[in-house]
Each structure stands twice: as structure tokens, then as C-alpha cells.
């Protein structure tokens, strides 16, 4: 079971639901700017809400998040009027499940390397007939704030699927996997994609090989209708992304923490 061109997608949706602040930005062209938290604390997921940003990818793939980190993260998030996303370490289909009953607005998958993957990912993350998601929650309706009957007619073309391109099979592959009914968003992790193209991370931004990846991955998403994302390290390059990305996920919890001591203490100590 797997969707087909006909069916309502995030894109082409007619649902109306100002709860999902990061849909809402995509399709009216607002350009989103996002942040990644590895930190599993309900209040720094508040803390990072009310900072103004648009979406939060809580990071289950590389950060300390487990189950109930999770689930508490999205409700915090969600709660503050921000579009909590999370991102899955893998695309098995307990794993995309559980992610999705947290309530989460879109999911994240890493590493999508071919079609099938990407078709694999769309079948658990979409309810029948659409896919094989399974339903038994009532916690995920919440946090669209909605019932779980409204929820169950709208989470199949309102819920944002994500796939990170950042191998190069997924660059190899990028046409097909764009084309897959069902992918919402192309997602470019850089600093994996220059370790499988280059050997080395991060890129420099200027190597060919890189460069012509990047660009292959956009006209990709372009081709097929799909939105296109990447990860920042910082606001000048954030809005640099405006020009080619219909959003941009801006460094994390840690590096910001971190970053902001770095700094000031050089100052302190000067």
C-alpha cells in the first residue's frame, strides 16, 4: 500500500489548521527557519520555543533522546504554538511509528540512500489505504490539536515526510527518491554528505564534486514539486539559504550553548 500521485499531499492539501505553524510557512512561501535539539529536557524544548523559531527537529537520531524524551519534547513544543519534527535514527517501521504518535508535525529520516527506502518510509508514515501506519494513540491528535477522528482524515496530508540526502548513493539515487509519491521534502545533511563524497568534514563549500551534489539534490525536488531544506550553521548562512531553500534547520542546543560560552568567555578573559 503506497500513496499515489491523486492523493491530498502537504503540497496540495486544503486542510486548514493554524496549529501546524511549519505547513503553514512551507505553503505560503514563508521560508521557515528551524533549530535541532539533542538535549532531552522539557524545558529546554521551552526555552527553545520561545525564541521565535518555527519548528523544532528533535534529534532522536544523534541526540540523548529516547521515548520519553520524545514524547515530552513534542508536547512542550507543540504547546508554545511550534511545529515540533522529529528525527528518526532509522527508518524502520516501529521506530517511524513511535515518532509519530508522538504528535510530531513531520518526521526526519536519515540517510535515505534509494526509491524503495523512500517508499518504505512513506508506507509507515502514512495511515491506510495510503500505507500500513497503524493507529491506537490518543496522544498524537494533541498535539495538532485536534480530535483523534479529526486527526486520522488529515494526518496523511498535513504530517511533513523529510528525507536527508546525504550519501552518495542518495545523490546517485536523488531523482528517483524525489519522485516517490508521499516525500514532502528533500533534507541535504552536509556534513555527511562531504564525509561519503569527500572523505572529510565539513566541506569547504567550493569543491566540485560538493557543489554539483547540492545542486543535483535541489533540481531534484524542484523537478518533482518537492520542497527543499538543509542544515546552517548560523543566521548570515540561514539567510543566504533563502535563495535556493524553502527552509533551513539552524544549528542546535548544544553547538548554541557552547558557541555562546566560547565566545563570551574569550571576552571574560581578554
Given amino acids: 500500500m503506497t500513496r499515489t500521485m491523486s492523493d491530498p499531499t502537504p503540497q496540495t492539501t486544503t486542510v486548514q489548521n493554524p496549529r501546524l505553524r511549519l505547513l503553514n510557512k512551507l505553503r505560503a512561501g514563508e521560508f521557515p527557519v528551524l533549530t535541532f535539539m539533542a538535549i532531552p529536557s522539557v524545558r529546554m524544548a521551552q526555552i527553545v520555543s520561545l525564541t521565535g ?75 491506510p489505504p495510503q500505507g500500513l501506519r497503524g493507529q491506537g494513540s490518543a496522544f498524537p491528535a494533541i498535539a495538532h490539536g485536534l480530535t483523534t477522528p479529526e486527526y486520522m482524515k488529515s494526518a496523511n496530508e ?28 528533500l533534507f541535504i545533511g552536509p556534513n555527511d554528505l562531504a564525509q561519503s563524497l569527500l572523505g572529510y568534514t565539513p566541506a569547504r563549500g567550493d569543491e566540485p564534486e560538493f557543489v554539483a551534489a547540492v545542486d543535483k539534490i535541489i533540481a531534484a525536488a524542484r523537478k518533482h514539486g518537492k520542497w527543499c531544506g538543509r542544515m546552517t550553521n548560523d543566521g548570515a548562512a540561514s539567510k543566504e539559504g533563502r535563495k535556493r531553500y524553502d527552509m533551513v534547520s539552524m544549528t542546535g542546543d548544544t553547538k548554541a550553548i557552547q558557541n555562546w560560552y566560547i565566545a563570551e568567555l574569550a571576552v571574560a578573559r581578554s
Fill in 53 to 127: 523559531l518555527d519548528g523544532i527537529v528533535v534529534d532522536a537520531e544523534h541526540g540523548h533522546i529516547g521515548d520519553d524524551a520524545m514524547h515530552n519534547s513534542v508536547s512542550a513544543i507543540a504547546s508554545l504554538g511550534i511545529s515540533p519534527v522529529i528525527r528518526v535514527r532509522g527508518p524502520a517501521h516501529d521506530i517511524l511509528k513511535r515518532a509519530l504518535d508522538t504528535g510530531a508535525h513531520g518526521i526526519m529520516v536519515p540517510q535515505v540512500n534509494n526509491a524503495d527506502e523512500a517508499r518504505q518510509v512513506v508506507a509507515s508514515a502514512k495511515f
Fill in 158 to 185: 498535513t504530517i511533513i515526510t523529510m528525507l536527508q540526502i546525504e550519501t552518495k548513493a542518495g545523490v546517485e539515487n536523488v531523482d528517483e527518491i524525489a519522485a516517490v509519491p508521499g516525500v514532502d521534502l
